[in-house]
Each structure stands twice: as structure tokens, then as C-alpha cells.
């Protein structure tokens, strides 16, 4: 497909200024995100009498749509995370914290494509006893940043703070760990706003490089859910999947939120929703927009809304 996508599906293709060809089939169409499931039970101490002090963390790792078919990989090394620890820091402003007030949940050096992860495949990032507590802030460094694309090329990108001070991600409303109870985290880390490419993005050729902005999206799972479905058109009488079609979120107020994609099969997930009304349309280059429609995201469950394309009708001598 080399029609440009319209001004509208860019918007919602949040930012990175690729227009796709047709997709191939073995390229994964999700961005990346960072997921982060802190799954809190009871620690060995518990057998000691402390389970109001400490918790269990499981640090995972999956993606977020990323439907550009000129791209082959996206590849970061993440080398630690940690979380602050709310408790006693009232009235402290971020940069007044001190290392102490930080929990590190990880600190080893994991490299991964995350075109690798998709609808909902996770990668295990971390899983330790933390102290119980209210969290507020995620910090993830990042370094080893690059883009392969489809024709070879390789660019390797600068990461603007990253490396050094991580990137931090504020948990709104806060995750409270309790001992011998269950909360979930999610980081998404958002690809295509976080990669935005340079030169004539057009075709694979005049692409120049790209520059890294990462964007990180935190939802508490215990008041998230998810939205899948499936999009198809008729083709005849029969009803076929249309790989590729774009899934654009907005708030209530007609703000985006996130964009998905649907894959080979015309399957989309997308997670990490929190609970509440959004409004949700289908769109793909050569056919006519879905109507917007409504739907409910319930905490912890999942949200169905399939979708139907119609075809373009393009009147002679255009």
C-alpha cells in the first residue's frame, strides 16, 4: 500500500512519521511499551511473622502496537529499575529525594527486540520481595538504543537521560504493596512516539535515522483493563482479516490515548486501559473509516469490540 496514511490516522499513529507499505506478514505490528506486573504475596519472612513489611515483585516486560513494515527491530537494553518509596517523603520535591528513598527492583543488563513482544507476550524483568509501602515513581534506564530497518540499516540513537538519571515514569494514583495482597503495575513503554524517524519517511530509502523521545505510559492494573477484537471487510460473501488496520483510542473528550494494530489474523489487543469510557474507530488506507464508537473498560477484565471495513469506492477518472 503506498497511499500516505491521512493527516488524521498520523495523529493517532502518535507521532512517528512513518507511512506504511504493505505489511509484511512476519513484521510485528505493535509498538513497544514497558509492562511492569508487581504481583505482591507473601515473602520467606512471612514464615517469620513479617508480612506487613514486605512484599513480592514480578518485573515483566511486553509491547504496545508498532504497525510500521519498515522496520525490522527496535532494540533497547534496560540495565535497571527502581521504584521510590512514598512513605516518610512527604513535602520532598523529586529532585530533593535521595537514593535511599529508592527500591531497586532490578539491576542487570537485559537486551531486548521489543518487536519480539507482542499481544501480550511479556518478558520477565524482575521478581524479588519489596518492602510494603506506597510507590509514586518508576525510574528505567535504558541504554543501547537502535533501529534496524527492513533494508539493513542500523541507527543507533542517544538517550537524552536514560542512561544516567532514568527515565521516570510518575504512578497516578500511587501503587500501594501491602504484605500478602495482590497489585499490578503497567508501563507502556510507546514506541511510536518514542521513535521518530527523519528524512523523507515516504519509503524505507529516505529514511535518515531517528530520534530517541521516550514516552512511558504507567496504568494501575487493579483499576486497568484491556480492549482486543477483531477487524474484518467483506470480500464477495465471505468475511476475511484485515491485517494492519489501525485501532485509535481516544478519552471521552476525543483525546488520544494509544493506537493499536491489528495482526496477521486481524487480532488487536491492547492493554493497560484504565477503567472508564472511551471512544474507539477503525481505519486502514483504502477504506472508509469505522463510526466511532463507545466503549466501557472494566478493571481487570477484558473489553470486546470487533469492527468491519468497507471498502473505498473510487469513482472513475480519479
Given at each position: 500500500?503506498?497511499?500516505?496514511?491521512?493527516?488524521?490516522?498520523?495523529?493517532?499513529?502518535?507521532?512517528?512519521?512513518?507511512k506504511?507499505?504493505?505489511?509484511?506478514?512476519?513484521?510485528?505490528?505493535?509498538?513497544?511499551?514497558f509492562?511492569?506486573?508487581?504481583?505482591?504475596?507473601?515473602?520467606?519472612?512471612?514464615?517469620?511473622g513479617n508480612?506487613?513489611?514486605?512484599?513480592?515483585?514480578?518485573?515483566?516486560?511486553?509491547d504496545?502496537?508498532?504497525p510500521?513494515?519498515?522496520?525490522?527491530?527496535?532494540?533497547?537494553?534496560?540495565?535497571?529499575?527502581?521504584?521510590?518509596?512514598?512513605?516518610?517523603?512527604?513535602?520532598?520535591?523529586?529532585?530533593?529525594?535521595t537514593?535511599?528513598?529508592?527500591?531497586?527492583?532490578?539491576?542487570?543488563?537485559?537486551?531486548?527486540?521489543?518487536?519480539?513482544?507482542?499481544?501480550?507476550?511479556?518478558?520477565?524483568?524482575?521478581?524479588?520481595?519489596?518492602?510494603?509501602?506506597?510507590?509514586?515513581?518508576?525510574?528505567?534506564?535504558?541504554?543501547?538504543?537502535?533501529?534496524?530497518?527492513?533494508?539493513?540499516?542500523?541507527f543507533?540513537?542517544?538517550?537524552?537521560?536514560?542512561?544516567?538519571?532514568?527515565?521516570?515514569?510518575?504512578?497516578?494514583?500511587?501503587l500501594?504493596?501491602?504484605?500478602?495482597?495482590s497489585?499490578?503495575?503497567?508501563l507502556?513503554?510507546d514506541?511510536?512516539?518514542?521513535?521518530?524517524?527523519?528524512?523523507?519517511?515516504?519509503?524505507?530509502d529516505?529514511?535518515?535515522?531517528?530520534?530517541?523521545?521516550?514516552?512511558?505510559?504507567?496504568?494501575?492494573?487493579?483499576?486497568?483493563?484491556?480492549?482486543?477484537?477483531?477487524?474484518?471487510?467483506?470480500?464477495?460473501?465471505?468475511?476475511?482479516?484485515?491485517?494492519?488496520?489501525?485501532?485509535?483510542?481516544?478519552?471521552?473528550?476525543?483525546e488520544?490515548?494509544?493506537?493499536?494494530?491489528t495482526?496477521?489474523?486481524?487480532?488487536?489487543t491492547?492493554?493497560?486501559?484504565?477503567?472508564?469510557?472511551?471512544?474507539?474507530?477503525?481505519?486502514?488506507?483504502?477504506?472508509?473509516?469505522?463510526?466511532?464508537?463507545?466503549?466501557?473498560?472494566?478493571?481487570?477484565?477484558?473489553?470486546?469490540?470487533?469492527?468491519?471495513?468497507?471498502?473505498?469506492?473510487?469513482?472513475?477518472?480519479?
Amino acid at each position: 500500500m503506498d497511499a500516505e496514511r491521512s493527516h488524521f490516522q498520523r495523529t493517532y499513529n502518535m507521532n512517528l512519521l512513518i507511512k506504511p507499505h504493505t505489511m509484511r506478514t512476519k513484521i510485528f505490528i505493535y509498538a513497544l511499551s514497558f509492562i511492569l506486573f508487581a504481583f505482591i504475596g507473601c515473602s520467606d519472612d512471612a514464615e517469620n511473622g513479617n508480612t506487613d513489611t514486605m512484599g513480592r515483585l514480578t518485573v515483566q516486560l511486553t509491547d504496545a502496537p508498532f504497525p510500521f513494515d519498515m522496520v525490522a527491530e527496535a532494540n533497547v537494553t534496560v540495565f535497571k529499575i527502581d521504584a521510590r518509596l512514598k512513605d516518610g517523603q512527604e513535602g520532598k520535591t523529586d529532585e530533593e529525594e535521595t537514593g535511599s528513598s529508592f527500591v531497586t527492583l532490578m539491576e542487570e543488563e537485559i537486551s531486548v527486540n521489543l518487536l519480539d513482544l507482542t499481544n501480550g507476550t511479556m518478558e520477565t524483568m524482575a521478581d524479588l520481595d519489596v518492602p510494603a509501602g506506597t510507590y509514586d515513581l518508576i525510574r528505567v534506564y535504558v541504554k543501547g538504543v537502535n533501529v534496524v530497518l527492513t533494508d539493513d540499516r542500523t541507527f543507533d540513537l542517544k538517550v537524552p537521560s536514560g542512561e544516567q538519571t532514568g527515565i521516570k515514569i510518575f504512578i497516578d494514583p500511587a501503587l500501594t504493596v501491602a504484605g500478602g495482597l495482590s497489585s499490578d503495575l503497567l508501563l507502556d513503554f510507546d514506541v511510536s512516539r518514542s521513535f521518530v524517524a527523519k528524512g523523507n519517511v515516504n519509503s524505507v530509502d529516505g529514511i535518515t535515522g531517528f530520534n530517541f523521545k521516550p514516552v512511558i505510559k504507567v496504568s494501575n492494573l487493579s483499576t486497568a483493563g484491556t480492549l482486543s477484537g477483531l477487524v474484518t471487510t467483506m470480500d464477495g460473501e465471505s468475511s476475511v482479516a484485515v491485517e494492519d488496520a489501525q485501532i485509535s483510542v481516544l478519552d471521552i473528550d476525543e483525546e488520544p490515548v494509544i493506537s493499536g494494530a491489528t495482526n496477521v489474523d486481524g487480532n488487536y489487543t491492547i492493554m493497560g486501559l484504565n477503567a472508564g469510557t472511551y471512544k474507539v474507530f477503525a481505519s486502514m488506507n483504502g477504506f472508509v473509516n469505522t463510526d466511532t464508537v463507545e466503549v466501557e473498560i472494566v478493571a481487570a477484565n477484558k473489553t470486546i469490540q470487533d469492527f468491519v471495513l468497507e471498502a473505498e469506492v473510487v469513482e472513475e477518472g480519479n
